[in-house]
């Protein structure tokens, strides 16, 4: 019997400032390993996520100095961000990557992965059917994400979250608002629960009701139709639609110690939600953390990174939140990254079945062919 080489995955250190998660975390290497993949790191890939080199070792990791050989001799690379050109140049043919890729953000990085005869999956695009929960990158970093601006609303926030009686006096809970709850705005919601707020949330998806409710938020009713897309996403709405769903809002923002925006459509400009003048409206100290800083932002004055000052209230336009949680970030994502390369091995080979919703729907380049006129090329 001919026995075949194992599949070799290679995991560089991400090269975008500031991006401080790894793809494969020494464990996931290990459990690779058990299923005939054979993982290479670049020296370092896991260092800003508190996985040393050595942890990779000691899980049957290879640890290579050289980024463009450990590139060059890779059959799947497993990144966070999408690929750059220069790590692009350096792949082999035919090699597969696996990563965010944000396909109509980064058209030349696909057509050079084109150009290479590469196989490039974009982890945003894996359907959201149950069978693909575990590969589901995008709910598992958005779930680090909504903690984060829950911590990052109360330390900003010159109050406390929770109640206190105390014998000086009796403190109200901070009154925190959450405007749109998918996945990072529900872990807000629970996140500023548990640290004693009174809570309210307000999204376009009916089904959100009942999932702030079952946090202890209470849902904030609007006199606006429902704005279902596919795939339990929001749709796009009318700018008819934003402007009523901004007068109606403004007294429940001016009424908030903090706004927490997370409203989000893919593909598309985030919505204006919290306007300039709303903002006005707001008691000094207060606090908005909009978490559609990188799309545009939900709040008029949010500036992707900076923390925006205006009359006493603060707004913090947050970027690349996963990033500044990495190791938990990283277990997880690296979870999401070994059940979708699990789907494409079958038996030690790597032989992906484009007959799979999950693989199909993923795949932006196949083998350098099809697929890249529907991301606009
Ligand atoms: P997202 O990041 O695209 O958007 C965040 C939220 O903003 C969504 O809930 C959306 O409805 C809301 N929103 C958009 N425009 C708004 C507006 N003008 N005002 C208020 N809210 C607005 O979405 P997401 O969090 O990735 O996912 C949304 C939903 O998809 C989840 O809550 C869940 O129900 C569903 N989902 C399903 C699966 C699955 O079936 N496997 C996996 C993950 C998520």
Known sequence: MLLCPPVKLAVPTESLAGERRVAIIPDIAAKLAGSGIEVAVQAGAGHAAHFPDAAYVDKGATVVADRTALLAGADVVAKVQPPSLEEVAAL???????SFLAPSNHLDVIRALADK????????????????????????QATVSGYLAGLAAAERLPKFFPMFMTAAGTVP??????????????????????????VRAYDVRAAAKEEVQSLGASFVELELETQEGSGGYAREQSEDFLARQRELIGNEVAASDVVITTAAVPGRKAPILVTTEMVDRMAEGSVIVDLAADGGGNCELSEPGKEVERAGVIVYGMTNPPSAMPTHASFLFSRNVANFVGLLVTDGNLEPDFGDEIIAGACVVRAGDDLVAEVGL
């Open 92 to 98: 082999g043919p035919g090699t597969s990557t696996v």
């Open 117 to 140: 005869k590469a196989t490039a999956y974009s982890l945003e695009l894996v359907p959201r059917i149950s069978r693909a929960q575990s590969m589901d990158a995008l709910s598992s």
């Open 173 to 198: 809970p901070a009154k925190v608002l959450v405007l749109g709850a998918g996945v990072a705005g529900l872990q807000a919601i629970a996140t500023a629960r548990r640290l004693g707020a009174q």
